[in-house]
T-cell receptor, first 112, second 113 residues
Framework: QKEVEQDPGPLSVPEGAIVSLNCTYSNSAFQYFMWYRQYSRKGPELLMYTYSSGNKEDGRFTAQVDKSSKYISLFIRDSQPSDSATYLCAMTIGGSQGNLIFGKGTKLSVKP | KAGVTQTPRYLIKTRGQQVTLSCSPISGHRSVSWYQQTPGQGLQFLFEYFSETQRNKGNFPGRFSGRQFSNSRSEMNVSTLELGDSALYLC????????????FGSGTRLTVV
């Protein structure tokens, strides 16, 4: 079992839809949870990060972490064609020796 | 301000050759991390350098190596290339050690034939 599991999709939704992206993980030591967005031919860019359990909202994006279930989610409200990209979850134990463990990414397409 | 610059953007090499990839971090960033991205395995951590010292290393064979210079620029080297080394190699820089505040470059696409 991989440390981080993410459904690769692809996921296709109409413009304006609410999108739900999810990851599960197995290592209970993970403390920091992140979502990255990667456009074609570009490197990943950080969208949101959360420490431990809870919710965080930033504009149309909401990140949720449920450590008891080892499950994290990213919700996108009022999705736009410009949101079409691959979304990667990532997590780390933290500290100076930590590196990110990524999910494989979910490819999202938002149709006008 | 300039982002993370990786050169070259694309590279085609033959099996058995070696290759060197370069990464120039954001000015002031002292940590450089390297990741390999493939469709099958996703993004996997290679190594991290901070102040010219390797601070952390992923689970890759010794054919993969790197270094960091005094100006924080970093290079990674892959010797005796194999077909399975074909991937997008991404460099990320940050102010501090660890996986915080990464800014990724656009990557070097390596194809081994």
């Amino acid at each position: 079992q991989k440390e981080v599991e993410q459904d690769p999709g692809p996921l296709s939704v109409p413009e304006g839809a609410i999108v739900s992206l999810n990851c599960t993980y197995s290592n209970s030591a993970f403390q920091y949870f992140m979502w990255y967005r990667q456009y074609s031919r570009k490197g990943p860019e950080l969208l949101m990060y959360t420490y431990s359990s809870g919710n965080k909202e930033d504009g149309r994006f909401t990140a949720q972490v449920d450590k008891s279930s080892k499950y994290i989610s990213l919700f996108i409200r009022d999705s736009q064609p410009s949101d079409s990209a691959t979304y990667l979850c990532a997590m780390t134990i933290g500290g100076s020796q930590g590196n990110l463990i990524f999910g494989k990414g979910t490819k999202l397409s938002v149709k006008p | 301000k300039a982002g993370v610059t990786q050169t070259p953007r694309y590279l085609i090499k033959t099996r058995g050759q070696q290759v060197t990839l370069s990464c120039s971090p954001i000015s002031g960033h002292r940590s450089v991390s390297w990741y390999q991205q493939t469709p099958g395995q996703g993004l996997q951590f290679l190594f991290e350098y901070f102040s010219e010292t390797q601070r952390n290393k992923g689970n890759f064979p010794g054919r993969f190596s790197g270094r960091q210079f005094s100006n924080s620029r970093s290079e990674m080297n892959v010797s005796t290339l194999e077909l399975g080394d074909s991937a997008l190699y991404l460099c990320a820089s940050s102010l501090m050690e660890g996986a915080w505040g990464y800014t990724f470059g656009s990557g070097t696409r390596l194809t081994v034939v």
